[in-house]
């Protein structure tokens, strides 16, 4: 865009140049052919000073060029301080935009270690459940309704029902009445919000 800027304002600037000598030209020409017409002293004397007068520009230019040269300068220095600004700005959006995406990956990568990490933490405690439940049913029923009476209310709701149905009844029948109707109670409640179709 630079380049484009200084061959734009070049081209203007010697445009400018080719006008004011053809301007400068034409005011001289036209000078010695009326002095040609007007005078009758020869030819040769009215050649003579239109040559003169082409060599020679007259001082009536104010000689803008010089101004527009100044303008375009001082438009230019403008212009490459904003490119220079603007490049600048550019650079750090690219650095923080690179950082951002190394963060993203780096978030990525501890997010899916952190699932691994759950999915093993989920999966042992699952399994150490299951041998509980495995445990507790093939306890003698009277022995771990005595267990189930001291457990919470909950936490013994949460073993019965995972329990084959027929080892859950068995400890249920061997529990405090107390108990084993709050532990059903909490086990009937478990679906109760879930809605019907």
Do not use: W
């Amino acid at each position: 865009m630079k380049r484009r800027s200084s061959r734009g304002a070049l081209v203007i600037i010697a445009l400018l140049f080719v006008s004011s000598g053809a301007l400068r030209i034409g005011d001289g020409l036209g000078t010695a052919l009326a002095e040609a017409s007007a005078d009758s002293h020869g030819a040769a004397d009215a050649a003579a000073e239109a040559k003169l007068a082409m060599a020679e520009p007259t001082g009536d230019c104010p000689q803008p060029p010089a101004a527009l040269a100044a303008a375009l300068s001082a438009r230019e220095a403008r212009l490459a301080v904003q490119e220079a600004s603007v490049a600048d700005r550019e650079a750090a959006l690219a650095l923080a935009d690179q950082a951002i995406g190394q963060r993203l990956v780096e978030l990525q990568a501890a997010e899916e270690e952190l699932r691994e990490t759950l999915t093993l933490a989920d999966g042992a405690a699952e399994e150490d459940i299951s041998r509980l439940v495995a445990v507790y049913e093939t306890m003698k029923s009277k022995d771990a309704a005595r267990l189930f009476n001291a457990m919470d209310t909950d936490f013994a709701a949460g073993f019965l029902g995972r329990m084959r149905p027929d080892a859950a009844a068995a400890v249920m029948a061997g529990m405090a009445p107390e108990k084993a109707y709050a532990v059903s109670a909490i086990l009937a409640g478990r679906n109760a919000m879930v809605p019907k179709e």
